[in-house]
């Protein structure tokens, strides 16, 4: 845990809540990246919005078509699938090296989480935090002109959803690594900078059970 994140946490905090611990953290090197058709469409820039506000009504539409969008065009969707075959190569080759990171289907609570994640569409670093009610996680939305990061919550879920985090499990390599499991039994690994960072985490939060 480290002030720069505890700063951030706090800025997300709900009326009369009260922040137990946070971590920056990444997902696991061996966490599956979710299909293209779970994840929402990314959000237009300020410069897009601006261009297409001043385009004509057909030339806007066209620019919005559907055979543009991966979840509802099958060539676009086959060029997606092409375009994503070195990621599904770098995630086997990560899982063959740090073992499994993630256990559970895309609708199970560890799925919703990694396509939250995924569709926050931030940087590869975030906040994790527990408060006295709930988790919740922070990503850095800035744009890359942008000196002061931009944090978006991204995920929560209550207190009562996770059932235990596990510090620095056996037969893996990361040292900083973190599991947290849920209560319908998936369960998703992040990595914290440091291993002493990863304890200080799951020890606060197991002072303060839900």
Request: net charge positive; glycine share 8%; aromatic share 6%.
């Amino acid at each position: 845990m480290n002030e720069d994140g505890r700063e951030q946490a706090e800025a997300f905090l709900h009326p009369g809540e009260r922040l137990i611990a946070w971590c920056s953290c990444e997902l696991g090197p061996g966490v599956p990246a979710p299909p293209e058709s779970l994840l929402p469409p990314p959000e237009p820039s300020e410069l897009q919005r601006r261009i297409e506000g001043r385009l004509p009504g057909p030339l806007k539409q066209l620019v919005k078509a559907r055979v543009l969008d991966p979840r509802r065009s099958r060539p676009a969707a086959a060029a997606n699938a092409i375009d994503r075959l070195p990621d599904a190569v770098d995630d086997l080759g990560n899982r063959l090296m740090h073992g499994t990171n993630m256990e559970g289907g895309w609708q199970s609570a560890a799925g919703r989480f990694v396509i939250s994640r995924a569709g926050a569409r931030g940087s590869v670093t975030g906040v994790l935090a527990v408060t006295d009610r709930r988790w919740y996680a922070l990503s850095d939305v800035s744009q890359l002109w942008q000196m002061t990061p931009v944090m978006k919550q991204y995920w929560e879920t209550p207190r009562s959803a996770v059932s235990a985090l596990r510090a620095r499990p056996t037969g893996v390599l990361q040292k900083g690594r973190v599991d947290i499991e849920f209560t319908d039994g998936s369960w998703v690994a992040v990595v914290a900078p440091t291993s002493r960072n990863a304890a200080a985490f799951v020890a606060a939060s197991a002072r303060h059970p839900g």
